[in-house]
């Protein structure tokens, strides 16, 4: 059957033309059409076209004299001419175009998808925060015990607290008037800035605040202080720099000035005048706790300087590693990989505290004269402080070093929900709700999310109610008894986390 072919007639559109460009060609065509077809000049499209033509000049003209009523007068002419300023233009009318504005395509998200999430809401993110997050770390004035502070209904308290709040603009605008503060608001006023204040402390703000009267007048120095309080401060790496105080550096002798030459050797010289001394030779109480940036080798080289610590605060320190970025890292030798630190991604699950225990061991050879110790939130690596290698040595010196040590503080800073009384249902495991009617997945979620960190909650503290039975031990008939300050919990609960912790016992 052949195929049926459409033609398709193309017509030429009808473009108008201006006027003064068809004109002449206008009246021939006009007349060539009257004297062959009179009657083509009565039909409809010439009469449009006509109608077009004469309307678009008028058009044109219409836009000019709106966009510009009057004429314009050169500037020069218009005092003379006694011609009015030419008014400005109306403002066009721009009519709004109003948009829907849409969200994101599909279904909200689920609610647990934005609890663990930086960009989820507020509203989410206040809630209870899950164990060992940076959300659960409670900050303390009384950090260090023995420290002034103000009553909170007083103006010092609120004057201290409004400092520290704006401490960045204290710095820029307050820096000679700071060093002239009694040492003991200074003291106060470093706890309140590891509290309120938005930003960490620097080392050039804490050299500001503790000048002495040789670099500036009225300055009170930092000879008297004897509780520091650097929570949350980033002078971690400059640790050794704020304690070492560089003494002035003495003239050098003058060409009339002839150099004295010393009687005798034992004669001090002008070279060992300027050896760097303690910035704060009265130190007592030094908080370190919250660091933005811990260092544990920054603390091992500033041992020199605080050997006068009776109470140390290390709250919320990782695991003691002089390579803490370098748990993955190996190194290839002719045997085969060996790992780069002492300890890798597994020591802390196949019990290996060796690096951390000598580590703590070189602590307490530079704190001599410690009784007092600080480890909140640091129950994760507390297994380190009775760790000792198969013979029995090494690990913690409690008879030797520490001997003096009385106090050890091991509060997680968190407690779960039901255990704080008399409560026997937290250590109820069992799945629920799974066949009820209305069961939610995101309420499953936050249950078990909830019972895993009640469990590891528990299991540290049994290992802290260990680490404090093998501590005695190593001590009994040789030293004191340590006081290990746990997590405060009800009656009940504490009963049965001894129970647990005599029940699991080991060496290791």
């Known amino acids: 059957m052949p195929k049926k072919y459409n033609r398709i007639q193309y017509s030429k559109p009808n473009i108008p033309v201006h006027p003064s460009l068809s004109s002449s060609s206008n009246g021939s065509s006009h007349h060539g059409a009257h004297t062959q077809n009179p009657e083509s000049s009565t039909s409809v499209n010439d009469l449009i076209q006509h109608l077009r033509r004469s309307q678009a000049p008028s058009t044109i003209e219409r836009s ?36 829907r504005q849409r969200g994101a395509a599909g279904p909200p998200p689920p609610r647990s998808w934005l609890v663990d999430s930086i960009h989820a809401p507020k509203s989410l993110r206040s809630g209870p925060a899950p164990a060992g997050s940076a959300h659960n770390v409670a900050r303390r004035l009384d950090r260090l015990p023995g420290i002034y502070l103000p009553d909170e209904h007083t103006l010092m308290h609120q004057t201290l607290k409004s400092m520290a709040t704006n401490w960045v603009w204290h710095i820029e605008y307050d820096q000679y008037y700071l060093a002239t503060l009694p040492e003991l608001l200074k003291q106060a006023l470093l706890a309140y800035i590891s509290v309120y204040s938005p930003q960490p402390t620097t080392r050039s703000a804490l050299e500001l605040l503790f000048l002495d009267a040789t670099t500036l007048e009225d300055a009170t120095g930092s000879e008297a202080i004897t509780h520091l309080d650097l929570s949350g401060a980033a002078v971690l790496k400059d640790l050794s720099k704020i304690f070492e105080k560089q003494p002035p550096t003495p003239p050098s002798p003058s060409a009339e000035q002839p150099i004295s030459i010393p009687d005798t050797w034992d004669t001090p010289s002008l070279t060992s005048l300027s050896t760097p001394t303690t910035r704060f030779p009265t130190l007592t109480h030094l908080s370190l706790a919250h660091p933005p940036s811990p260092s544990w080798r920054s603390l091992l080289s500033a041992l020199p300087h605080l050997r006068s610590l009776t109470h140390l605060s290390l709250a919320y320190w990782p695991a003691p590693s002089l390579t803490p970025n370098a748990k993955t890292a190996t190194l290839s030798s002719p045997t085969g990989n060996v790992q780069y630190g002492a300890s890798d991604a597994y020591s802390a699950s196949d019990g290996d505290w060796s690096e951390a225990a000598s580590l703590l061991r070189r602590l307490g050879r530079g704190t001599l004269c410690l009784k007092w110790l600080d480890l909140d939130g640091c129950t994760a690596w507390i297994r380190a402080l009775r760790w000792t290698d198969g013979a029995g040595a090494g690990g913690v010196d409690w008879t030797g070093a520490w001997r003096g040590l009385e106090t050890v503080r091991c509060d997680q800073g968190w407690v779960p929900r039901g255990m704080e009384g008399r409560n026997e249902g937290w250590l109820d495991t069992r799945e629920e709700g799974d066949g009820r009617a209305g069961w939610d997945v995101e309420v499953e979620r936050e249950r078990y999310r909830e019972r895993g960190a009640r469990e590891a909650w528990v299991e540290r503290e049994v290992e802290v109610r260990r680490v404090e039975v093998g501590v005695g031990a190593r001590r009994r008939g040789r030293a004191g008894r340590v006081v290990f300050e746990k997590t405060v919990v009800g009656e009940w609960v504490e009963r049965v986390l001894g129970e647990r912790s005599r029940g699991g016992e080991d060496g290791g």
């Open 64 to 99: 000019h004299s709106d966009s510009n009523p009057h004429p314009s007068v050169h500037p020069s002419l218009k005092s003379i001419l006694q011609v009015p300023d030419t008014p400005t233009p109306r403002p066009r009318t721009q009519t709004a175009v109003r948009r």
